[in-house]
């Protein structure tokens, strides 16, 4: 059974960068089949994808977020990491880590199979 | 970006009612629809993929269908462990995107 489980610190100082982390246990992150995705939800809010990490390395990101955004992976840690930059209240959010899995299935179809619990961080002086 | 809608954004049911939620996509995503339920405090759990198919321990009276750019949520009756927020998702492009949500509530 696959568990994930975001830290790091709940509160951010506007214009410093957020930092998470996500240890995924039951699984391998260089196993293939899977994506490695962080999502986050304002307060109230609906659900947006920052971007994710594959078992090669490769990122893709939202571009409203790009500018802002590092996913990298620590494979002999088995974790992958956010880094957002010059945060502002705005990005005041619950941070979810979550498992993509795709599959083959004449084309390739995907979606979030495991989620972390999630990680409020707030961006505040 | 492919914009998800959907509808309504809130409903009122009892217990035993049949609901439907509805979610449209902007562009065409062929069956690349995902559904899932968001309880208070709680990570979103996966009901659906692929616009129809059932994940594993999903209980057999929610449904999907739907292709193209019209997809919908069905929950044949409503139980009591039902009332969440329920949101698709595309998959067919990046970046993925969500739609708003629709609240069930008593």
């Known amino acids: 059974q696959v568990q994930l489980q975001e830290s790091g610190p709940g509160l951010v100082k506007p214009s410093q960068t957020l930092s998470l982390t996500c240890t995924v246990s039951g699984d391998s992150l260089s196993s293939g089949g899977y994506r490695w995705n962080w999502i986050r939800q304002p307060a109230g809010k609906g659900l947006e994808w920052i971007g994710r990490i594959d078992f090669s390395g490769s990122t893709i990101y939202n571009p409203s977020l790009e500018s802002r955004v590092t996913i990298s992976v620590d494979s002999s840690k088995n974790h992958f990491s956010l880094k957002l930059r010059s945060v502002t209240a705005a990005d005041t959010a619950v941070y979810y880590c979550a498992r993509e899995e795709f599959v083959l299935r004449g084309d390739i179809i995907s979606f979030f199979d495991n989620w972390g619990q999630g990680a409020l961080v707030t961006v505040s002086s | 970006d492919i914009q998800m809608t959907q509808s309504p954004t809130s409903l009122s049911a009892s217990v035993g009612d049949r609901v439907t939620i509805t979610c449209r996509a902007s562009?065409?995503?062929?069956?690349?629809l995902n559904w899932y339920q968001q309880k208070p405090g709680k990570a979103p759990k996966l009901l659906i993929y692929?616009?129809?198919s059932l994940q594993g321990g999903v209980p057999s009276r929610i449904s999907g269908s739907g292709s193209g750019t019209d997809f919908t949520l069905s929950i044949s009756s409503l139980q009591p462990e039902d009332f969440a927020t329920y949101y698709c998702q595309q998959s067919y492009s990046a970046p993925l995107t969500f739609g708003g949500g629709t609240k069930v509530e008593i």
């Open positions: 562009q065409s995503i062929s069956t690349y």
């Open positions: 692929a616009a129809s």
